[in-house]
C-alpha cells in the first residue's frame, strides 16, 4: 500500500468529522468572517505590527528578534543554543520552511521533532506532505516498519500502538532537553502572547519542560490582539476537523511565580527564558504584492488539501514541501519565488473547491492563475 492509499484512509476521515463539526458549532464560520478582518487589517499594516508585537513580547520579558529571511533566523537560533545540546522540536513549519532541524544538527546538537507525524518524517527522511498532518502519506503498515527499523522497537501496525510507542521513546528526550523549540498558531500584537494548538501534548512539555524555550513563526501569524489570537485558535482547529483541540497553549513570557507577598519574580518551574524570532522570508514583499497578499491570510487548516483533485491524484507531492497543496502552491511562491511555484501552478485544474473549502475564503484558484502568468512570462524570456 503506498502514498494514495493513506491519503485515501485520511479524506475519508477527515471530511466528514469537518463538515460535522461545522454543521454543530456554526459560530465557528461567523468567528472566520471576523478574524479574516483582523487579518487584512495586520497585512495592510504589517511593519507596524511587527514593531508592535517585538515591543509588546519585550515588556512581558520575553527577547524578540526579527529574521529578514532563513539564514539570519538560523543564526539567532544557532547562537541561543550553541552546540552538544539536547533539543526537543514542536511541529514548526516555518522551521521546516527554514531547514532548522538539519542545522541544528550540522553544529553539533541532539535533536527530536516531538509531533508523531514529524517523529516519523526524521526517521524516514520524507518530505511533509500536509500542512497539519506531515506523515499523511505514510499508512500504519509503513510507520510500524520504520520503527522497527530505525529504533529497533517491535510494534504492531495500529495507530493506538505506534503512538504509544513514540510516547515512550520520546518522553526521556523532553527531560533531557536543554531547549524547547515551536511555532506558534498566533502571536497577539498587544500583548505580545503566543498561542499554540495541539492534541498530543508534546507541545506543551516542549514549551514548559526545557529551562529554554524558542519560538519560530512568520510574521504572517501577527494578529492585533489576544482576542483576535482565541480566534484563530478555534477556527484553524474546526477546519482541520480537529475540534475542541485537546489543548491550547498561552505562552507569554518566562514561567513566574507571585505567591510571595504578590511579588511577581521569575523563573518558577517554567523556562527561565524565552526568545521569540520573527520571520519574514518574504512575507513582507507579499503584502504589498496585489496579487500574493491574500496567501497570507492562511490560518494552515489544511482543509484545501482534502478537497483538491490534484493534490489527491499526486498523492501528496504537489508543492514545494513544507508547502504543498492548494495553499501551499502560493507559499511556494511567496517564500520560494515564482520560479519554483511556476511548475506546480501549472498543475492546477482550478476545480474551484480549495476556496470553497478555506475558512478565510482565500481566492487560491485566481492566485494560483496569477502565479501561472507571471511564471509564463519568466519563461518566455528566457
Known amino acids: 500500500?503506498?502514498?494514495?492509499?493513506?491519503?485515501?484512509?485520511?479524506?475519508?476521515?477527515?471530511?466528514?468529522?469537518?463538515?460535522?463539526?461545522?454543521?454543530?458549532?456554526?459560530?465557528?464560520?461567523?468567528?472566520?468572517?471576523?478574524?479574516?478582518?483582523?487579518?487584512?487589517?495586520?497585512?495592510?499594516?504589517?511593519?507596524?505590527?511587527?514593531?508592535?508585537?517585538?515591543?509588546?513580547?519585550?515588556?512581558?520579558?520575553a527577547k524578540a528578534y526579527f529574521a529578514r529571511d532563513g539564514d539570519e533566523?538560523?543564526?539567532?537560533?544557532?547562537?541561543?543554543?550553541?552546540?552538544?545540546?539536547?533539543?526537543?522540536?514542536?511541529?514548526?513549519?516555518?522551521?521546516?520552511?527554514?531547514?532548522?532541524?538539519?542545522?541544528?544538527?550540522?553544529?553539533?546538537?541532539?535533536?527530536?521533532?516531538?509531533d508523531l507525524g514529524e517523529f516519523l518524517i526524521q526517521l524516514t527522511g520524507d518530505k511533509p506532505t500536509h500542512i497539519v498532518a506531515p506523515a499523511l502519506h505514510m499508512t500504519r503498515e509503513r510507520a510500524a516498519r520504520v520503527i522497527k527499523e530505525k529504533l529497533g522497537i517491535d510494534v504492531k501496525a495500529d495507530p493506538s500502538e505506534i503512538a504509544q510507542t513514540a510516547r515512550r521513546f520520546l518522553r526521556d528526550k523532553f527531560f533531557k532537553a536543554n531547549f524547547g523549540i515551536t511555532g506558534a498558531n498566533a502571536v497577539a500584537a498587544d500583548t505580545g502572547a503566543v498561542l499554540l494548538i495541539e492534541n498530543e501534548g508534546n507541545i506543551r512539555f516542549t514549551t514548559v519542560?526545557?529551562?529554554?524555550?524558542?519560538?519560530?513563526?512568520?510574521?504572517?501569524?501577527?494578529?492585533?490582539?489576544?482576542?483576535?489570537a482565541f480566534m484563530e485558535v478555534m477556527v484553524q482547529s474546526a477546519y482541520a476537523g480537529l475540534y475542541p483541540p485537546t489543548y491550547v497553549n498561552l505562552v507569554a513570557g518566562p514561567s513566574t511565580t507571585a505567591d510571595v507577598e504578590q511579588t511577581r519574580v521569575s523563573p518558577s518551574h517554567g523556562p527561565r527564558e524565552v526568545h521569540v524570532i520573527l520571520l519574514d522570508?518574504?512575507?513582507?514583499?507579499?503584502?504589498?504584492?496585489?496579487?500574493?497578499?491574500?496567501?497570507?491570510?492562511?490560518?494552515?487548516?489544511?482543509?484545501?488539501?482534502?478537497?483538491?483533485?490534484?493534490?489527491?491524484?499526486l498523492d501528496g507531492s504537489w508543492g514545494e514541501s513544507p508547502y504543498v497543496g492548494p495553499m501551499g502552491v502560493m507559499w511556494t511562491a511567496v517564500v520560494y519565488g515564482i520560479e519554483k511555484a511556476g511548475p506546480h501552478a501549472m498543475l492546477c485544474m482550478?476545480?474551484?473547491?480549495?476556496?470553497?473549502?478555506?475558512?478565510?475564503?482565500?481566492?487560491?484558484?485566481?492566485?494560483i492563475q496569477g502565479i501561472k502568468a507571471r511564471y509564463t512570462k519568466l519563461v518566455a524570456k528566457r
Not at 539536547?86 to 544538527?105: C, D, F, H
Not at 524558542?214 to 490582539?225: A, F, Q, R, S, Y
Not at 518574504?282 to 496567501?295: H, N, Q, V
Open 1 to 61: 500500500m503506498g502514498y494514495d492509499e493513506a491519503i485515501r484512509r485520511a479524506v475519508e476521515a477527515n471530511v466528514p468529522r469537518t463538515m460535522s463539526i461545522l454543521d454543530k458549532y456554526p459560530y465557528v464560520t461567523e468567528l472566520a468572517k471576523e478574524l479574516r478582518k483582523a487579518k487584512e487589517e495586520v497585512i495592510r499594516n504589517l511593519e507596524y505590527y511587527v514593531d508592535k508585537a517585538m515591543k509588546s513580547i519585550q515588556a512581558i520579558g
Open 73 to 114: 533566523a538560523r543564526r539567532i537560533i544557532g547562537n541561543i543554543v550553541g552546540k552538544g545540546n539536547v533539543i526537543v522540536l514542536g511541529k514548526t513549519m516555518v522551521g521546516s520552511e527554514i531547514g532548522l532541524r538539519e542545522y541544528l544538527i550540522s553544529i553539533g546538537n541532539e535533536v527530536w521533532e516531538t
Open 209 to 228: 519542560s526545557p529551562p529554554v524555550h524558542i519560538v519560530l513563526t512568520g510574521i504572517d501569524k501577527i494578529v492585533p490582539t489576544l482576542h483576535h
Open 281 to 313: 522570508n518574504g512575507r513582507l514583499r507579499a503584502s504589498k504584492d496585489d496579487l500574493l497578499w491574500e496567501a497570507l491570510l492562511c490560518i494552515r487548516c489544511g482543509r484545501c488539501h482534502f478537497h483538491c483533485p490534484v493534490y489527491r491524484a
Open 350 to 367: 482550478h476545480a474551484g473547491t480549495c476556496r470553497e473549502a478555506c475558512p478565510m475564503k482565500i481566492n487560491i484558484p485566481e492566485v
